[in-house]
């Protein structure tokens, strides 16, 4: 995949501007990168916040010739990549199903897929938010919330938003080209089972279909949706856009 940078200084939203671009005919690989999002959004309407210089404000036109029913796995491959980039700088990671990037439980990193029908056929939005200091989220999310700088005594190793996109691009190029493959699918699921301790045995809460059910994790489903066996032995099939909140059940950990 061919990638091309388009740096702005400030945006509402990255997702926002790589909707219309895509809806323009941009093609594939273009990435739109904010310095500060006034904005930023998670998923069902939630803010994501960025302040100026702070994090990786960042967005992906994908035009993916995946069946629908794959298209999900984009979002469980960009937590790879966002995993794979981090790593780079000596980070211990865990990847919570289905979207968010932790140390320690605490989000570092934020990732929203959005599709669109373009004059050119569908194209995904695919949004990561990285937090490299701790000033680009305010203190009242410090308790959920972390940053590159918040692991390092040292100042001088925090790297700078180009240096992180440079990374990222190159391992999200990687991980793509591998979905597109033949047997795609499946690898990035395995590489996701790898990086994330979500993916099976773990115990959580989850807040879905106006309820909260609790249970352990049970794997993923080809699509990869999430599986939870409740504590009578019923294996609920969870899809991503069904889920308002996961969380790791606190009595577990
Ligand atoms: P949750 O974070 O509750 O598990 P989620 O993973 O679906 O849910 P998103 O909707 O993807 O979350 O992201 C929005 C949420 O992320 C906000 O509700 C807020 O709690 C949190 N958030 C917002 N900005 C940041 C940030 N810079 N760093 C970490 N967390 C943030």
């Known amino acids: 995949m061919q990638v091309t940078i388009k740096t702005f200084d400030s945006l509402g939203s990255t997702n926002t501007e790589a909707l219309e671009m895509a809806r323009g005919g941009a093609d594939e690989g273009v990435c739109v990168i904010a310095r500060r999002q006034t904005a930023g959004r998670g998923r069902h309407g939630r803010k994501w916040v960025s302040e100026r210089d702070a ?18 796995l984009i979002t469980l491959m960009a937590g790879v990549a966002v995993h794979e980039t981090l790593t780079e700088f000596g980070l211990v990671l865990d990847i919570k ?7 320690d439980e605490k989000k570092i990193s934020g990732i929203l897929a959005e599709t669109t029908m373009t004059d050119k056929g569908l194209a995904v939005i695919l949004g990561i938010g990285i937090n490299i200091r701790s000033s680009n989220f305010p203190p009242e999310l410090a308790d959920r919330a972390t940053s590159i700088e918040d692991s390092f005594d040292d100042p001088e190793r925090v790297p700078t938003p180009e240096r992180l ?15 597109l493959a033949p047997g795609g ?19 959580v809460t989850v807040r879905a279909f106006d309820q909260t059910l609790i249970g ?10 999430l599986r939870l066996r409740k504590d009578d032995g019923e294996i609920v099939i969870i899809q ?5 909140q996961l969380r790791a059940d606190p009595g577990s950990l």
């Open 55 to 72: 994090g990786l404000a960042f967005s992906i036109i994908l035009r993916p010739a995946l069946p629908p029913e794959s298209l999900p």
């Open 97 to 103: 199903w289905v979207n968010d990037v932790l140390i």
């Open 165 to 179: 996109t440079a990374i990222l691009t190159g391992h999200l190029s990687r991980l793509y080209e591998k979905l």
């Open 185 to 203: 699918p499946e690898t990035i699921l395995g590489d996701w089972r790898e990086r994330s301790s979500y993916f099976a045995g773990k115990r």
């Open 216 to 225: 352990t994790t049970d794997g993923l489903e080809p699509s990869g949706a």
């Open 240 to 244: 991503a856009g069904d889920v308002e």
